[in-house]
Every structure is written in C-alpha cells, then in structure tokens.
C-alpha cells in the first residue's frame, strides 16, 4: 500500500482517481528517484490545473487514472521540449536547481501554459516515450541468464520500441557487476552500479534484432529526436548522453523498426520460420501498462501457445521489465519454453533508468 498524502493507507499507486493526488505522487515519485528539478515542475503542474488553458481542461478531465497514463510526465515532456528548443530560456535556472522556491516556479510553468496552450496540449495525446538505454543493462543481463540454460544464440524481438534504442544493445558496451558484453570501442558505455551476486559470464550472440511501435520515433530526423529527448528528466545529465551516444550509433546504422500493433507483431513474430539453435526471445521495458488489455490477453495467450511447441532446439523466451503496479519496482522476469512452462523467474529489480540493477538469479 502506498501512503496517501496524509499518512494515511490509501488505494494502489495506479488507482489513485484524484488528478491533484496523482500529481503529487509523480512529484514525489520523481524526486525520490534524484530528479528534484522536475520533480518541482510536475508539482507546478498542480498550479496550472487553475489556469484557464485546454492544458488544464484536459489534464482535470482525464479520462481515467492518469498515473496509469502517465498523464503528469506527458506534459512535463512538453515543458522540457519549450526548454530544449529555446523556446523558454526561464526554464534554465528551474532545471540547474537555482530556482527552488515552489511559487516561483509555479509562476514560470503556468505562465509557460498560458502561451503555448496549443503547443503543449498535444502532448497529452500520446504516453511518454521513454527509451532509455539504461534499461538494457537488467535484458542483457536476463540474455546471460538465459544463455546458460538455452545457449548462446538469440533472435530478439521487441514491442514498443519508440526510437528502437533498445534494439541496438548488441552496439553496447556493457560492464554488469565485473561481466563485461559487447564492443569495447561503443560510444554507449553502459556501468550500473551492481548489487547482488554478478550474472553469468555466459556467451551472447545476438543473431537478429528487431522492434515495432505503433508511433515509432526516428533517431535520424532532428525533430522526433528532440522529442524523444524532451521525456529525459533534465537532472538526468547522464541519461541525456546515452540519448545523444543512441542518436550517434543509429547514424551509422538505423534500428530495424516496423510501424505495427504489439499484438500483430508478436503474432506476425511467432508465425515465421526460426532458426534451429537460435533462442526466440520476444522482450520489452516500461510498456505494458500502456497496451489495451485485450492485446496483452492476445499476446499472452499467444505465446503461452507457442511456448508448448517449443523444443530444445528451437526454445522460446520472454523478458519483461515492467512496473510492478502494486510496488511501484522495476522488476525483470523471465519465462521461457521448454523449461519454466508458465512460471515466472523474478531475475532483478533496477532503478527506473537503469542506474542501477540488484541481481537476484543465480549465476
């Protein structure tokens, strides 16, 4: 149970109905993962609810739970956008942390929303699109597990890949615990600070890698890059560089992306021909609350029946960091085919972003 703001118990973090409660807890959420400067700005948020804007129409008629949304971090993107375009140069000092007092920055957001009401409004149309490179250190990870129980060799799928950032982590250089994966001279530098037993000093070849997204994003067009960008919380200085060490790999050599529904692209994904010896691998972070519930069903019981044709030669697997949504933890868990049948392997838990990862499979 988390606690309300009050002290007292109130509903799971996902059912609060109040959109001022909600923009509370995504304030305090925020800073409690070290990002106090937007931490204030989504607190200001609760300010521009009273301004008369569609921003706040929208956002105190939100139809739903808007934390299950993400409604607060939607419009923060749009906040940081204004920043990152030099649109809003007041935004400076709010984001270097010289700007602390609340009712100032109250005053500089809701200002902000009063002139660019019709920019920022459409920045509640979609969910954030927070690809983080970061979240690659807990799939690789689950890969090296993997690879001891399935072999070496993966074919990796990926739903809801926005800019297919994730899709270009056999690019990286990862260091995970003292187990070190990938190309030494990769501009993506991945060293999360590890906690718990190392994972398996295992053998990873990744023979195919792909992704789908119904929105996806092109690291390559300036615009859709800034974007994607704007959803990085500014005190993240760290993962701003992953983005722009992401933006520079896929400029040699664009992520192999398809615009496609989640549910038809795993369907699409289990009806091809696989490789003997290749581990299928259908993967994905921080998505799956966003999917309809029939498609997470569809998707489900789709590999729940590819699963029982799997065989030793031609394994299945899925790896999921999501949200758990009566803790609020990132935690990846790892079915796969033949092997753990319907059971979920809990491997580890991570910070948001990935700056750090406690292991808890078994070498």
């Not at 909600?22 to 070290?34: E, F, I, K, S, V």
């Not at 979240?135 to 926005?162: C, D, H, T, V, Y």
């Not at 029946?305 to 799997?310: D, K, M, V």
Request: net charge negative; charged share 25%.
């Amino acid at each position: 149970m988390e606690m309300a703001e009050g002290g007292s118990a109130e509903k799971p973090v996902m059912e609060i109905a109040s959109v001022e409660q909600a923009l509370q807890w995504q304030a305090d959420h925020t800073a409690r993962a070290n990002a106090p400067c937007t931490s204030r700005v989504i607190a200001a948020e609760r300010a521009v609810l009273r301004t008369d804007t569609e921003v706040a129409r929208r956002m105190a008629n939100w139809p739903g739970l808007s934390l299950e949304d993400a409604m607060p971090l939607r419009i923060a993107g749009g906040i940081h956008n204004l920043y990152l375009t030099g649109d809003a140069p007041e935004l400076g000092p709010v984001y270097a942390g010289e700007v602390t007092d609340q009712a100032e920055i109250d005053r500089i957001v809701c200002a902000l929303v009063e002139k660019f009401d019709a920019r920022l409004a459409p920045w509640l149309d979609g969910p954030p699109q927070t690809n983080e490179a970061g979240r690659a250190n807990s799939l690789m990870a689950g890969l090296l597990w993997l690879a001891q129980r399935l072999g070496p060799k993966f074919e990796l799928n990926e739903i809801g890949s926005s800019a297919g950032v994730n899709t270009m982590m056999e690019r990286y250089r990862f260091d995970l615990g003292g187990v070190s994966v990938g190309p030494v001279d990769s501009p993506m530098q991945l060293r999360p600070e590890w906690r718990g037993p190392p994972p398996p000093d295992a053998e990873v070849e990744i023979v195919a890698i792909r992704g789908s997204d119904i929105a996806p994003v092109d690291l390559s067009n300036r615009d859709e890059a800034l974007r994607l960008k704007s959803y990085v919380w500014p005190d993240a200085t760290e993962r701003m560089a992953r983005i722009d060490a992401a933006i520079a790999l896929a400029a040699q050599q664009k992520p192999d992306l398809v615009k496609m529904d989640a549910g038809a692209f795993v369907a699409e994904m289990l009806a091809r021909p696989q490789q003997q010896g290749v581990t299928r691998v259908l993967y994905h972070s921080v998505m799956w609350q966003y999917l309809p519930q029939e498609t997470r069903a569809a998707i489900t019981a789709a590999m729940e029946a590819a699963g029982a044709q799997a065989t030793a030669d031609r394994p299945l697997a899925w790896v999921r960091l999501e949200t758990n949504r009566a803790t609020f933890a990132h935690e990846m868990n790892v079915k796969y085919w033949p092997g753990s049948g319907k059971e979920w392997t809990l491997l580890s838990q991570a910070h948001p972003h990935g700056a750090w990862v406690e292991w808890f499979g078994k070498p």
